[in-house]
């Protein structure tokens, strides 16, 4: 009896030719009987449409705005009558003034004279009494600090001793007008600082 192994070893090559050969032929009859594939272009597909409103009427007019002038190069002057021509006007400070006292008058505490400041217009001080302390009948001294310079000019006016809100600031603001002859110190006018009372009393 033969050996099998024998026989398919003897048969493989001719195995080997005739699947070689069906595989072949299919491979031709499928370029001749399947349609060619053609490539298209990819195209995504919209789930939602994008709707486009139209600008309103007043939003279609707008002008759009001149850019920015720039800046001027400096420039030599050819005369000084030009640079005053373009020189900034000046920034008008009126009533933006300090009082005299805020820029350097601070008269010692203690001043040796041997003539006292004269009052010459204390009359003032009467008139500022004012109606709402009349009425709730408010009377009493108040003291005011004078500082009073060698021209008899007070310039600056600190309360002492408080009476009531509305009389200290009329009292205070009338002080300002308050005119003195100096003090002296040996014929020499001297600045110093003088304690006046002021006293409110309503007539009888």
Request: proline content about 10%; cysteine-free.
């Amino acid at each position: 009896m033969r050996d099998k192994t024998d026989d398919l070893k003897r048969q493989y090559p001719l195995h080997i030719r005739i699947g070689f050969l069906i595989t072949l032929v299919l491979m031709i009859l499928g370029f001749i009987f399947i349609p060619d594939i053609k490539g298209g272009t990819y195209e995504p597909k919209v789930t939602k449409a994008m709707k486009v409103d139209k600008l309103p009427p007043q939003l279609q007019n707008i002008v759009k705005p001149p850019p920015p002038a720039k800046p001027k190069m400096p420039v030599a002057a050819k005369s000084d009558d030009e640079v005053e021509a373009e020189t900034i006007e000046k920034t008008d400070f009126t009533g933006l003034e300090k009082k005299e006292a805020d820029v350097g008058f601070r008269p010692p505490k203690f001043v040796a004279y041997e003539v006292a400041p004269q009052p010459l217009n204390q009359k003032i001080m009467y008139s500022v009494y004012p109606e709402v302390a009349k009425k709730l009948g408010i009377e009493g001294t108040l003291f005011l600090e004078l500082w009073i310079d060698t021209n008899g000019k007070v310039r600056n006016v600190i309360i002492t001793k408080a009476l009531y809100p509305a009389i200290d600031k009329a009292a205070k603001e009338k002080a300002y007008q308050l005119k003195f002859k100096p003090a002296m110190q040996r014929d020499k006018p001297v600045a110093v600082r003088l304690s006046y009372p002021v006293t409110f009393k309503l007539e009888d």
